[in-house]
């Protein structure tokens, strides 16, 4: 089992930044690709960011593509999403998730664990 906790959520204006950090216990996190994902009101889960369980290759949704920053420290077994020029439309419960899968994810389905989420809201 991996548990993860995610931090660093709030409430901030429409061109600001936020830094999500997500810890993970309970295994050897370098084994493990993770992502974040984020879920608005009234709409489905989607994918935000990935990364690779080495680190070093990332992928993005088009539309984080240039604001946000997915990135670890598998020394500290902690994985971080970096938000820049945030807009109302990012307002969403964040999550990250961890998997074996080899590579970077980009499904829901592919990832074997899940934190319990982390309330972001962007003003306008």
């Known amino acids: 089992q991996v548990q993860l906790v995610e931090s660093g959520g709030g409430s901030v204006q429409a061109g600001g930044s936020l830094r999500l950090s997500c810890a993970a216990s309970?295994?050897?996190?370098?084994?493990?690709?993770m992502g974040w994902f984020r879920r608005a009101p009234g709409k489905v889960r989607e994918f935000v960011a990935g990364?690779?369980?080495?680190?070093?290759?990332?992928h993005y949704a088009n539309s984080m593509k240039g604001r946000f920053t997915i990135s670890r420290d598998n020394a500290k077994s902690t994985v971080y999403l970096q938000m820049n020029s945030l807009k109302p439309e990012d307002t969403a419960v964040y999550y990250c998730?961890?998997?074996?899968?080899?590579?970077?994810?980009?499904?829901?389905?592919?990832?074997?664990?899940w934190g319990q989420g982390t309330q972001v809201t962007v003003s306008s």
């Open positions: 990364i690779r369980a080495t680190g070093g290759s990332t």
């Open positions: 998730a961890a998997t074996s899968r080899l590579g970077v994810r980009s499904e829901a389905y592919e990832y074997d664990y």
């Open positions: 309970g295994r050897t996190f370098s084994n493990y690709a």
